[in-house]
């Protein structure tokens, strides 16, 4: 629902912050990873998820989109909840984390607390090919300057076309026309072949 909040950080705890964006004041978890890279700035921007209960609606921030992109991964696994997730994310930096699942490294990743052997093999074995598929590049923090190409096919993807057909087609529709297309322009042509 969120994708990310920025405004006036009012409060930090290694727990949680409160950022003031446009006079609400949002109470958001963070892990001790995001709460190391916030440093001490009047403004912050944090990209967010909303855990929604019966009983609560809990937010969630992250110092960059990597981290949760991670914590997404690691909470769809069953029997890691939102909380376990952040713990996982306190205890090592994602980096690690990712590294040691990739690796299938059982030791590291059952050393955080909350996490037993069974626990450790089931995210290894769920995220492996995930993460590996993503590549290491997923938690960098820098911007990844995406080509016309790469946001029309992360577009596609996201419509529902499998990414290797979406790929050919708008390698076809690229080689068409020479390479000169916008992004809505590559997609139309696209959506018009598949």
Partial sequence: MYAYIDGRLVFKSPAYVVIDAGGVGYHINISLNTYSLLADVERCKLFTW??????????YGFADE????????????????????????????????????INGNVALIQRIKGIGPKSAQRVILELQDKLKKEGPDTLST???????????????VMLGFARNVAEKVLEQEMNKNSGVLTVEQLIKFALKSL
């Fill in 50 to 59: 909303l855990h929604v209960k019966e009983d609560a609606h809990t937010l």
């Fill in 142 to 156: 820098t911007p990844v300057v995406k080509t016309v190409k790469d946001e029309a096919l992360a577009a596609l």
């Fill in 66 to 101: 990597g981290e949760r992109r991670l914590f997404l991964h690691l909470i769809s696994i069953s029997g890691i909840g939102p909380n376990t997730g952040r713990m996982m994310l306190s205890s090592i930096t994602p980096v690690e984390i990712q590294t040691a699942i």
